[in-house]
């Protein structure tokens, strides 16, 4: 989702090494909790076609064949069931059924950005009632980042519990690897972007016995040490001396020998798993391993990974991305396990929208809104499927045209909510974190309960 200017420098700004180290030394606790938690948002850009991540296999089987046709539907015969329900797992996210065995997987269904409760008839009726420019890639990844309904905020909500913790007079950074990202920006709490590259300083090689390389490093050396003649001097050298002094500790920390996470970082046959996602969740697990070196107690994580936007032949193109998704996934839970804080991380899905059940005419499906995501974390109350799975009726009861575009029964703020709560923000604090927040808490409405 692009950014404007503003926020990119905003971004940029907010990067800065010098403010991140100290600010994870301050690092303690939200709301009077304790210990470590962490949440990592994995964000599958495109419009993941959540209809095909899980799929009933009772009688409503038959009703998801008829209505995905043969371009889309998957042979009953090809899922991996989950133990004990009624639903089966795409094949390509087998690796999943592993963690829906030890009780550590859970799925969420029909989520999606809603202003307030809404039935088919009151969709109609009620245009005022719709989210904002429902069905678009930029405005719905907005939405769901900043937890927005009828506008597109500025702030995202993972940045707003930064805020939050700014104002406790504590910091805990939300960190992305997937680039500039709205869900992390916040009024006074901005994020520390991460590359896959090592954190070392442009031309300049501590090693090196050239010439040029030692009269450069000669020169920056001489630069910091030397004494300022203004106070605009001193703040600069030392914002550059601390970007060096964080960079050094960051990339001992992401690339230094003596980690678990590469060794840990394995399929279920114990294949190394690789690829742009695996070196993003490689690079968290990392950050999450040295939190006693930086002295963090709270993290928020983003990663991402596209290429759903699958409008022509879908079929083979998103068993590809799930596959991917299912063996990075199941290799971070087993690192988690091998750092042992299963317990005290949370790994969650969210995407741009769901597809259109029925498909297209092209064996590829289009924008469509309510979608099911899955989360991964040993916290989670075991083996749980919470929410409502939609009528697989086409013009049906949650069908909000005639085609299969679900209208969500679970809201944002239900779903981002049982992870703010688990992080420990307090309910007076989360009206901020949430706007709309009123009117999912409350009256039988709430964080779903993902959490013990």
């Keep these: 989702m692009p950014v404007s200017r503003r926020e990119a420098l905003r971004l940029v700004a907010g990067s800065g090494l010098a403010a991140f180290m100290p600010a994870m030394a301050r690092a303690q606790t939200i709301g009077g909790g304790s210990g470590y938690k962490a949440i990592v948002t994995l964000f599958l850009f495109g419009g993941n076609d959540s209809n095909n991540m899980i799929v009933p296999t009772d009688a409503s089987f038959a009703d998801y064949q008829q209505a995905?046709?043969?371009a889309l539907a998957l042979e009953q015969s090809s899922l991996a069931s989950l133990q004990g329900t009624d639903y089966g797992l795409h094949p390509s996210l087998?690796?999943?059924?592993?963690?829906?065995?030890?009780?550590?997987?859970?799925?969420?269904?029909?989520?999606?950005?809603?202003?307030?409760?809404?039935?088919?008839?009151?969709f109609e009726a009620r245009p005022d009632l719709r989210p904002a420019n429902l069905f678009s890639h930029d405005a719905q990844q907005n939405l769901w980042q900043t937890a927005g309904t009828t506008r597109e905020l500025p702030t995202?909500?993972?940045?707003?519990?930064?805020?939050?913790?700014?104002?406790?007079?504590?910091?805990?950074?939300?960190?992305?690897?997937?680039?500039?990202?709205?869900?992390?920006?916040?009024?006074?709490?901005?994020?520390?972007?991460?590359?896959?590259?090592?954190?070392?300083?442009?031309?300049?090689?501590?090693?090196?016995?050239?010439?040029?390389?030692?009269?450069?490093?000669?020169?920056v050396d001489v630069m910091l040490a030397a004494t300022q003649n203004s106070d605009l001097g001193t703040i600069t050298r030392d914002i550059m001396q601390?970007?060096?002094?964080?960079?050094?500790?960051?990339?001992?920390?992401?690339?230094?020998?003596?980690?678990?996470?590469?060794?840990?970082?394995v399929d279920p046959d114990n294949n190394a798993v690789t690829g742009s996602l695996a070196d993003q969740l490689k690079r968290v697990a990392r950050l999450i391993e040295g939190r006693g070196v930086l002295n963090a107690t709270r993290q928020t994580f983003m990663?991402?990974?596209?290429?759903?936007?699958?409008?022509?032949?879908?079929?083979?193109?998103?068993s590809g991305l799930l596959a991917n998704v299912g063996r990075c996934v199941y290799a971070f839970y087993?690192?988690?396990?091998?750092?042992?804080?299963?317990?005290?991380v949370a790994l969650f899905t969210m995407s741009d929208f769901n597809r259109v059940f029925s498909g297209n005419g092209s064996?590829?499906?289009?924008?469509?809104?309510?979608?099911?995501?899955?989360?991964?974390?040993?916290?989670?109350?075991?083996?749980?499927?919470?929410?409502?799975?939609?009528?697989?009726?086409?013009?049906?009861p949650d069908d909000s045209r005639d085609d299969g575009r679900w209208i969500?029964?679970?809201?944002?703020?239900?779903?981002?909510g049982a992870f703010v709560r688990w992080l420990g923000v307090a309910d007076v604090d989360m009206p901020y974190v949430f706007p709309n927040w009123s009117t999912w808490n409350g009256g039988g409405r709430g964080p779903i309960g993902l959490f013990a």
């Design 94 to 122: 087998a690796p999943l059924q592993n963690i829906w065995n030890e009780g550590a997987l859970n799925w969420v269904f029909n989520t999606g950005p809603l202003l307030q409760p809404l039935t088919r008839g009151q």
């Design 303 to 318: 990663v991402s990974t596209g290429g759903f936007d699958n409008h022509r032949s879908q079929a083979g193109t998103h």
């Design 363 to 396: 064996a590829g499906s289009d924008h469509a809104w309510g979608s099911h995501h899955f989360v991964v974390s040993g916290a989670v109350r075991p083996s749980q499927m919470l929410g409502h799975f939609p009528d697989l009726a086409l013009a049906g």
């Design 242 to 265: 601390g970007d060096f002094d964080a960079g050094a500790q960051l990339d001992g920390i992401l690339n230094g020998d003596g980690s678990a996470v590469t060794a840990a970082f």
């Design 156 to 219: 995202g909500w993972m940045g707003r519990v930064g805020d939050h913790l700014v104002d406790a007079g504590l910091q805990a950074p939300s960190i992305s690897l997937a680039g500039a990202q709205r869900a992390m920006i916040g009024e006074r709490n901005n994020p520390l972007l991460l590359s896959s590259a090592n954190l070392r300083r442009s031309g300049y090689d501590p090693s090196s016995a050239a010439a040029d390389d030692i009269a450069r490093r000669h020169a």
């Design 68 to 70: 995905r046709g043969g």
């Design 334 to 344: 087993n690192t988690m396990k091998a750092l042992g804080v299963e317990n005290d």
């Design 408 to 416: 969500p029964t679970t809201a944002i703020e239900e779903y981002a």
